[in-house]
């Protein structure tokens, strides 16, 4: 796996170098600042597989430095570890906002460390082998976008407030202590009857779906602080602070207001009509980050038993004006 590490303090780039080396990761390279970091991969003929990379550097914070990458063709799925000394929730917020995929505390543990890149490392293995097969996929058709999506997978989505990858909202769930979850709730939202609706849909409008849905959730949920992730097929996981005074039904509501604002359609112009249910809340107080994480698995499932088991009422559907 091919590394670049960003940092500003030499001794941490030492000791990364020793460490990375010792447990077999010797294709490293190392900027001291953003703008090095940049350079080094405006330069780089072949992309880098992870980054490595601090929060708190002069100039150029790592924060901005992720939202640039982010924004970057070549590097806007990159798998970024953050590992850095600030561990206040504020950072860690706005680092997994920005598009971190990972978080680790100063001064790191090296068997942590370790099994973060390895979770790294077989999620690069997995992207490639997909991206192989999407490219077979593209040479074999003109219409590539139009191909029958894999609606299992879950997506990526881009320049949505607060929606992050699913592994990125988990990471991040596990760098929260019991104190910063106190009076978070997680909660999951699933479309009613998805295989139906996306039944021979096409890649190209099921991510759009996926995302305008996406959207409609993140909407609904400002101006708290929340994170959203979709979790495959028609289901989302989410996270959001003041838990106690989420109630499920005006979430839904105002979710399906919204979305039938949006008006969305398939591509031969027939409405494509979207209903939603939503899990009650499980409350995060005093749970440890790992419970937490399953408590989120746990509220998808409920959304998904919330979506097969109520009916479609008239409040709920979402037909274009």
């Not at 970091?37 to 430095?65: K, S, V």
């Not at 191909?147 to 407030?161: G, K, M, N, P």
């Amino acid at each position: 796996m091919k590394i670049l590490a960003i940092d500003d303090d030499a001794i941490i780039r030492e000791l990364l170098y020793e460490i990375l080396t010792a447990i077999g990761y010797t294709s490293v390279s190392f900027a001291s600042s953003g703008h090095e970091a940049l350079e080094i991969l405006e330069a780089e003929e072949e992309p880098f597989d992870c980054l490595l990379l601090d929060i708190q550097m002069p100039e150029m914070d790592g924060i901005t430095l992720v939202s640039l990458l982010r924004s970057s063709v070549k590097y806007a799925r990159t798998p970024i570890l953050m590992i850095t000394a600030m561990s206040d929730r504020k950072y860690v917020d706005n680092a997994f906002a920005a598009g971190a995929t990972d978080y680790i505390n100063k001064p790191f543990n090296i068997g942590e460390l370790h099994a973060r890149l390895k979770l790294i490392e077989d999620l690069v293995i997995e992207r490639k082998q997909i991206q192989d097969r999407s490219t077979v996929r593209w040479a074999d058709s003109n219409d590539f976008p139009m191909a029958a999506a894999d609606t299992t997978e879950r997506l990526h989505i881009e320049d949505v407030d607060s929606v992050i990858d699913y592994l990125s909202l988990e990471n991040y769930m596990l760098q929260m202590s019991r104190a910063s979850l106190f009076g978070n709730c997680v909660f999951g939202v699933a479309i009613k009857d998805s295989q139906h609706l996306f039944q021979g849909i096409s890649k190209y409008e099921f991510n759009f779906a996926i995302t305008d849905v996406a959207e409609a959730i993140s909407d609904c949920l400002k101006p708290y602080r929340f994170f959203v992730a979709h979790a495959g097929g028609g289901d989302f996981a989410c996270i959001r602070d003041v838990g106690r005074s989420f109630d499920r039904h005006e979430f839904e509501m105002s979710v399906a207001e919204r979305l039938r604002d949006m008006e969305l359609y398939y591509c031969e112009g027939r409405p494509m009509v979207i209903h939603l249910a939503a899990s009650e809340p499980i409350q995060l107080d005093w749970r440890s980050s790992r419970s937490s994480v399953n408590a989120l698995l746990e509220s998808v499932g409920n959304a998904e038993r919330y979506a097969n088991s109520t009916a479609i009422t008239p409040v709920q559907a979402i037909t274009p004006l």
